[in-house]
């Protein structure tokens, strides 16, 4: 399994408050991506990241941000939370295409957020 | 999202073979791929198949890409009670940051 973590697991927080996830990864992979799970939806892309500091928006960025400071965190911050965004959020990792590689994404197990 | 689609629901018996189909509009995509998700679990790659590829074959799992209809489909022979679980197709394009763009799931359920 590649290794990569997530923290917290579960979180409970209250409308309006500050939430920060956390991405950790030790294979050393370029690439890194944080996705929202809701039924029905499957899985949207909210942000993701090339390369330290270098990061963009994904489909569903809106009251999201992040940060990449080094090349094995990856962390995802709502400034003020909302209901809308409990959810079910995933962190992947990938090499990118190179020599002799796939451009395959790796999951992490998930940070389920529940916002009152 | 954008354009990837997949049925909601398959049920079959144990020892049955499932498939489970995936259609995508995007003529440029790198390589496909198949994602299992358990509860209460990650996303688990299953297998994958590059673009200029027709079928793959691994164990109980057959790959089939038509180009032409931009249609994907796994089959898992000999289901079993443990192959229940959503499965995610996924496709890869070029030159686009390594983005995946992801069907809504396909939930199978095996009935023993």
């Known amino acids: 399994d590649a290794g990569i973590t997530q923290s917290p697991r579960h979180k409970v927080t209250e409308t309006g408050t500050p939430v920060t996830l956390r991405c950790h990864q030790t294979?050393?992979?370029?690439?890194m991506y944080w996705y929202r799970q809701d039924p029905g939806h499957g899985l949207r892309l909210i942000h993701y990241?090339?390369?330290?500091?270098?990061?963009d928006k994904g489909e569903v960025s809106d009251g999201y941000s992040v940060s990449r400071s080094k090349t094995e965190d990856f962390l995802l911050t709502l400034e003020s939370a909302t209901s809308s965004q409990t959810s079910v959020y995933f962190c992947?990792?990938?090499?990118?295409?190179?020599?002799?590689?796939?451009?395959?994404?790796?999951f992490g197990p998930g940070t389920r957020l529940t916002v009152l | 999202g954008e354009d990837v689609e997949q049925s909601l629901f398959l049920s079959v018996r144990e020892g049955d073979s499932s498939v489970i189909n995936c259609t995508y509009t995007?003529?440029?995509?790198?390589?496909l791929y198949w994602y299992k998700q358990e509860p209460g679990a990650g996303l688990q790659l299953l297998t994958y198949i590059f673009s200029n590829m027709d079928m793959k074959q691994d164990q109980r799992l057959t790959v089939l890409l038509n180009k032409k209809d931009k249609h994907l489909s796994l089959r898992i022979a000999d289901t079993q009670t443990g192959d229940s679980a959503i499965y995610f197709c996924a496709e890869s394009r070029r030159n686009n940051f390594n983005k995946f763009y992801f069907g809504s799931g396909t939930k199978l359920n095996v009935k023993p």
């Open positions: 995007d003529s440029s995509s790198t390589y």
């Open positions: 992947a990792i990938s090499e990118g295409l190179t020599s002799g590689s796939t451009d395959t994404q790796y």
């Open positions: 990241s090339y390369g330290v500091k270098d990061t």
């Open positions: 294979e050393n992979h370029r690439y």
